[in-house]
């Protein structure tokens, strides 16, 4: 598998669970959304892009050191739950980022 071929299954994989949570954040009371970002230790927002690969794009609104824990091979950091979070646009996850996400580190 190729690293384009990656990119875009990882791409899918956080569109498919932020459609899931959405799914069920639509039926849950609202501040429940806040509550799993604030819970979460690391959160991906998620929205369409026509300009992306399979037109999905994605910004890490929160536990960006545990992102490149992962990437550099730390097995603790890669089984840390991450939640995909459904966003209308680029500007939505933004600012979830600058309101509820990390503040003092950003890569």
Do not use: N, Y
């Not at 609202?30 to 399979?54: F, H, S, T, Y």
């Amino acid at each position: 598998m190729t690293e384009a071929d990656d990119d875009v299954k990882f791409r899918r994989e956080l569109a498919a669970q932020a459609a899931s949570v959405q799914e069920q954040l639509d039926e849950a009371p609202a501040g429940v959304r806040r509550c799993l970002i604030e819970m979460c230790p690391c959160v991906i927002g998620v929205w369409p892009d026509p300009d992306e690969p399979c037109g999905i794009d994605f910004l890490v609104i929160k536990g960006w050191r545990l992102v490149l824990q992962t990437v550099a091979g730390d097995d603790r950091a890669s089984r840390t739950p991450v939640l995909a979070l459904a966003c209308d646009c680029a500007e939505e996850a933004w600012t979830v980022k600058l309101v509820l996400g990390d503040a003092d580190f950003d890569a």
